[in-house]
């Protein structure tokens, strides 16, 4: 049936003037008008990150109750050098491609270490995020003008760039961002990944593991209301983008943890029966009090699943770097033949 039929034309007519939206899968526009379409209602989390919601999310990596970044940083810091001799057995010169950058502050304290015991290195940080690429190119020269920085702005399966010869490509996929991903998904990343590798390349993941489910499920639900203000910031969106007229105030950040599935899951629940209009999509979505939109997951891992992933995928599991306080690990895989 035809988009046209479902609605009186009347409803769903944009201005007479405004060009049709694109809503093919994977725009903003597309993935809002299935995932409010279907049921339960959903929004990727990969819309979190637009200039506000980056800002929320560096508050988030600095709340007390959020331990990833920090447990990452200290494993980093603690085996910079046992990685790059496990990433680079060959002590080849090495290309570091980082999968999201960001602003890339822990990679460049990884690279002051690789350079102090003489590693040749060369840097390119990919995001979609022109803004962080600037910052991270403006602390790489104030703080390590020894190194070679090229950054890709734009997604990374599409500028990943040719491997040099002799130099061996290392990838990096950092901050537990693997975990936003469905199963499915992990897999289908990770193949890519390896599909742009040559055998004897190698990934580093950081991955967040299972733990205590109070330690999990405080880490998304932060008493100071951050990681709620980062969820809502994606209704804030959808109302400037999209021409939506969502109130936030009729909408509330709930967050979960199921320790059988090792997976924390966000929500924004209905406080009441809404309607919500886009005059960007012609749309008009219904909600029932206490009606969720699921927004985020986060998988914890455990090494036996990892493996496995990590296998069915072109890699072998060649080092796992564990953190003994809190269960979070660096995960060392190597581009099989
Ligand atoms: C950046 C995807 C790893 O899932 O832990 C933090 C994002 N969401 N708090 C995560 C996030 C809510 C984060 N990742």
């Known amino acids: 049936?035809?988009?046209?039929?479902?609605?009186?034309?009347?409803?769903?007519?944009?201005?007479?003037?405004?060009?049709?939206?694109?809503?093919?899968?994977?725009?903003?526009?597309?993935?809002?008008?299935?995932?409010?379409?279907?049921t339960p209602k959903r929004l990727s989390s990969k819309y979190f990150y637009d200039a506000r919601g980056s800002r929320l999310f560096e508050r988030i990596m600095r709340l007390p109750s959020y331990y990833p970044t920090r447990v990452e940083a200290r494993l980093l810091r603690r085996h910079a050098r046992a990685l790059l001799a496990a990433l680079t057995p060959t002590g080849a010169a090495v290309e570091l491609l980082e999968l999201g950058s960001g602003d890339g502050r822990k990679t460049l304290a990884l690279c002051r270490e690789w350079l102090k015991v003489g590693a040749s290195l060369s840097y390119r940080p990919m995001d979609i995020s022109a803004q962080a690429l600037e910052r991270l190119g403006q602390r790489a020269a104030r703080q390590l003008p020894a190194l070679a920085v090229h950054p890709l702005c734009g997604d990374y399966f599409r500028t990943w760039p040719l491997p040099q010869a002799r130099r061996q490509q290392v990838a990096l996929f950092l901050g537990s961002n693997l975990g936003n991903f469905t199963d499915a998904e992990a897999h289908r990343f990770l193949r890519r990944v390896r599909a742009h590798l040559r055998a004897g390349?190698?990934?580093?993941?950081?991955?967040?593991?299972?733990?205590?489910?109070?330690?999990?499920?405080?880490?998304?639900?932060?008493?100071?209301?951050?990681?709620?203000?980062?969820?809502?910031?994606?209704?804030r969106r959808l109302n400037r983008e999209l021409g939506m007229?969502?109130?936030?105030?009729?909408?509330?950040?709930?967050?979960?943890?199921?320790?059988?599935?090792?997976?924390?899951?966000?929500?924004?629940?209905?406080?009441?029966?809404?309607?919500?209009?886009?005059?960007?999509?012609?749309?008009?979505?219904?909600?029932?009090?206490?009606?969720?939109?699921?927004?985020?997951?986060?998988?914890?891992?455990e090494r036996a699943g990892v493996d496995a992933m990590v296998s069915a995928c072109g890699f072998a599991l060649h080092a796992w770097f564990e953190d003994p306080e809190l269960p979070y690990a660096l995960v060392v895989c190597r581009a099989r033949g």
């Open 1 to 38: 049936m035809s988009k046209q039929h479902r609605l009186p034309a009347a409803a769903r007519a944009p201005a007479p003037d405004a060009p049709p939206a694109d809503t093919a899968e994977g725009t903003l526009a597309g993935d809002v008008l299935r995932g409010l379409g279907a």
């Open 245 to 301: 007229d969502f109130d936030l105030a009729g909408f509330r950040h709930y967050a979960s943890y199921c320790p059988l599935q090792g997976v924390a899951r966000s929500f924004l629940a209905s406080l009441r029966a809404q309607t919500v209009h886009s005059r960007v999509l012609g749309e008009s979505f219904g909600f029932e009090r206490g009606e969720v939109i699921y927004t985020e997951q986060s998988q914890k891992y």
């Open 201 to 235: 390349d190698s990934l580093l993941l950081g991955l967040d593991l299972r733990k205590d489910p109070h330690t999990v499920l405080a880490a998304y639900d932060d008493p100071e209301g951050v990681t709620a203000a980062f969820n809502l910031n994606l209704l």
